[in-house]
């Protein structure tokens, strides 16, 4: 049954779902905009084939591939961060797991449609399944992909089951019927009874036990599609942990990012304070040194020991994308751990800024791990028209990336209006006393 | 069509042999009919005519007009052709990217200007050691990484060593591009030009077109290898550079001379080119020594366009330098 402090709190943040702002509408109308750009962009590559973007013979996978990788990663953010924070029992995730949740779900919906993109023969999908073969790490990927967005699903949907039904019997809120109606069906005749409540607890532990899980796999089989290859840049051991790491790595920049921006339109700032910042930021800043490690012991084994076509690698990574690579590896790593590290650094303002380094740096990290290392196969490149040598994102290319973030920003928005930002209910729980936490 | 009555055994020279282990070959898989299925006496004659073995097991001569490229069915096309390994060796020694492989090739497999299904590299391995002309076909690998990562098993393996695209089933994800060690397969970007093709269904041995948004590759021209023909690029080599063969009868041939396999690969050097990363090619090469022209010569009559695409390789850089 919903307590004072909850209904308090929906008093506050019923206004969220009740109505929109012009401000707001015009959010709204810009990001469908860059969708609709992104939707012309789509229909010319599809009228036209894959010659529009800069992709070829020699560097056949870009930046789609690059967002693919991205969005899968940003995806792991509430995976990790929620299911981890929820099994620890950790009182301050409360106000940030929403967020973190949502993160996951809408990045998850975005990421396999850029593997899509990929593809020549968006007409021959279901062969995917029709003579799909269990050997190919693509049918690994399609198997986890579709695993991980149903778990993730559950998990959203048990999370926020308490905010729907507490909605449906909060009789002040002046929405339509139509939304009411949508409240009383998605809450599943949820009334909070004590053996409801036992249940839902226990599904919610074990599916964010899964879903910790799953991510990994999913994660892994992402990595290993790259590393069973025999390209120089690919072949790697390490790549499997490496990936996993970085996906949990830029999605805690993105929840920075996220909690700062709703903290800002929604005013949150009651809710969201220093603290949130600085523990996100302590898991950013962890995440950072094991991302450096893993980088660094990627590329020393490369460069230390190298073989032909490794130095080759190397060699062009620091000519070519010298800035790119110190960019990405370097300040993409120290930055976070500075500003975090010293104690009068920590500001919520720093924090959010060395967030957005964190994921400029693994975009360009997963373009350095992608485009260099098919630009420079065991044959060299020759015999190819020469403007096929090198890669070149097109405009078509660079709209559907953008209309990917507009999508992931009008979905971000769409979903705070439906269910509040801030997980009411758990909000108006009593602290889980110390002895009760594993 | 005449009868071939001159064929005097003694006078038949291991090609021959060749040819008609491999018409035979064809026989088996086509089971019975072999001339009256893959001729078309009514096309006009070219004057032209070539040998091969009738069901009968005589060697007839026909007009190379008359000739159609079997169609197999997909079915037999994924099993390949029974109790044969092809094999191809290429002589390093008399590369001088006379181009007439890539051209050959191109135009057998209606591709367009822009693509290869052989290129021909100008390697140098170190820098103190000579630079080579380097034609490079696909290497029908026994342990193909290309087939192993396909999703859809559009790409295959088979009995007769080929690895073949049904480019009717392939859904372009480019993965096996970037399991290709070797950089040997390509992609169809957009639509290819259209050209006149017979009306006999579609074959993944003919290997063309590629449709857009499809990989295809060399495929060691097995529609060819059913009629006793040698692949275009074999056959359109001027320097003879490239031989093609049967490792189980432990014969190539070049088209005008014939060795045994073995025997060649002992006494050239055979080697096969990466061998480190354990894909197990199906084509050797003969190390370039004894060359029959210098590395310059490769560069006489080509087009600009061709001439530039070198313009990158060590070798070059260093002759402009100069």
Avoid at chain 1, 192 to 198: A, D, H, N, S, T
Avoid at chain 1, 219 to 230: C, K, P, R
Avoid at chain 1, 330 to 353: A, E, S
Avoid at chain 2, 98 to 122: D, M, N, T, W
């Amino acid at each position: 049954m919903a307590n004072d402090k909850q209904s308090s709190l929906l008093e506050e943040f019923i206004p969220q779902i009740e109505r929109t702002s012009f401000i707001q509408a015009i959010w709204i109308f810009f990001l469908l905009a860059v969708i609709a750009l992104g939707f012309y962009a789509l229909y010319l590559q599809i009228a036209e084939g894959h010659a529009v973007t800069g992709m070829r013979d020699n560097v056949v996978w870009g930046i789609y591939i690059v967002n693919f990788i991205f969005f899968m990663g940003v995806s792991y953010a509430g995976a990790l961060i929620s299911g981890t924070l929820h099994l620890f029992r950790a009182e301050w995730r409360k106000p940030i797991i929403r967020m973190a949740e949502f993160i996951t779900i809408i990045a998850l919906l975005i990421g396999p449609i850029y593997i899509l993109l990929c593809i020549g023969r968006l007409d021959r999908l279901q062969y995917l399944v029709i003579y799909g073969r269990i050997q190919s790490p693509i049918t690994w990927d399609v198997i986890a992909i579709a695993t991980d967005i149903v778990g993730c699903f559950i998990f959203l949907y048990l999370a926020i089951l308490r905010d729907l039904s507490a909605i449906r019997d909060f009789q002040d809120a002046k929405i339509p019927n139509w939304k009411r109606k949508m409240y009383h069906i998605l809450a599943l005749g949820y009334q909070g009874l004590p053996e409801q409540k036992k249940r839902l607890h226990k599904a919610t532990d074990i599916m964010a036990g899964m879903v910790i899980a799953i991510a990994v796999i999913v994660y892994s089989v992402l990595a290993w599609i790259f590393s069973v290859t025999l390209q120089p840049g690919w072949h790697s051991t390490i790549f499997g942990p490496y990936f996993v790491i970085a996906a949990v790595f830029s999605g805690c920049g993105v929840l920075i990012v996220v909690m700062w921006l709703f903290r800002k339109i929604y005013h949150l700032e009651k809710y969201i304070t220093r603290k949130h910042f600085v523990n996100v930021g302590v898991i950013q800043l962890v995440l950072a040194a094991l991302f450096g490690y893993f980088t660094f012991s990627d590329y020393l084994t490369k460069w230390y020991g190298s073989e032909r076509n490794d130095e080759l690698l190397i060699q062009l990574l620091f000519d070519e994308y010298f800035w790119l690579f110190i960019l990405s590896n370097y300040v993409g790593v120290l930055f976070p751990m500075i500003v975090v590290g010293i104690p009068k650094l920590r500001t919520i303002g720093n924090i959010t800024i060395s967030a957005v380094v964190v994921i400029l740096a693994l975009w360009i990290n997963r373009y350095l791990i992608v485009v260099p290392t098919l630009e420079s196969p065991y044959l060299p490149i020759q015999d190819s028209r020469t403007e096929w040598m090198f890669y070149n994102a097109t405009w078509i290319e660079w709209a559907l990336s953008a209309s990917g973030v507009a999508f992931f920003a009008l979905m971000m928005t769409i979903g705070s209006k439906i269910i509040p930002i801030i997980n009411v209910s758990e909000m108006g729980d009593k602290p889980v006393p110390e002895e009760e936490i594993l | 069509m005449k009868k071939n009555s001159e064929n005097n055994p003694k006078k038949s020279t291991r090609r021959d042999f060749l040819k008609k282990s491999l018409a035979t070959g064809a026989g088996i898989a086509a089971t019975g009919g072999l001339v009256s299925a893959y001729l078309d006496t009514s096309a006009a004659e070219s004057g032209e005519t070539v040998k091969v073995l009738s069901t009968d097991g005589e060697i007839i001569e026909v007009d190379k007009a008359h000739i159609r490229y079997p169609r197999v069915s997909r079915k037999e096309s994924r099993e390949g052709i029974p109790g044969k390994k092809f094999v191809m060796v290429i002589d390093l020694a008399r590369c001088k990217n006379a181009r007439a492989c890539v051209e050959k090739c191109q135009e057998g497999h209606h591709l367009p200007k822009s693509q290869e299904f052989i290129k021909i590299y100008l390697l140098q391995d170190t820098e103190n050691t000579a630079p080579y002309w380097f034609p490079k076909p696909c290497f029908q690998c026994d342990n193909p990484l290309c087939v192993s990562v396909c999703p859809v098993g559009a790409t295959y393996k088979r009995s007769d060593g080929i690895v073949l695209i049904d480019s009717e089933r392939c859904i372009g994800c480019k993965f096996c591009i970037t399991g290709c060690p070797y950089s040997t397969r390509v992609f169809a970007w957009s639509d290819y030009p259209e050209y006149d093709e017979d009306t006999q269904p579609y074959s993944p041995e003919s290997s063309s077109p590629g449709l857009e948004g499809t990989v295809s590759k060399c495929d060691f021209c097995p529609d060819l290898i059913r009629v006793g023909k040698l692949p275009y690029c074999v056959a359109a080599c001027p320097m003879g550079v490239i031989y093609f063969g049967d490792i189980e009868e432990d014969v190539v041939t070049n088209g005008s001379e014939t060795y045994q396999f073995s025997e060649l690969i002992r006494d050239r050097g055979g080697y096969r080119y990466l061998e480190v990363l354990g894909t197990r090619p199906s084509v050797y090469y003969l190390p370039p020594v004894e060359r029959q022209f210098p590395v310059d010569r490769g560069f006489d009559g080509l087009d600009e366009e061709v001439r530039s695409r070198y313009d990158n390789t060590p070798y070059v850089k260093k002759q402009k330098k100069r």
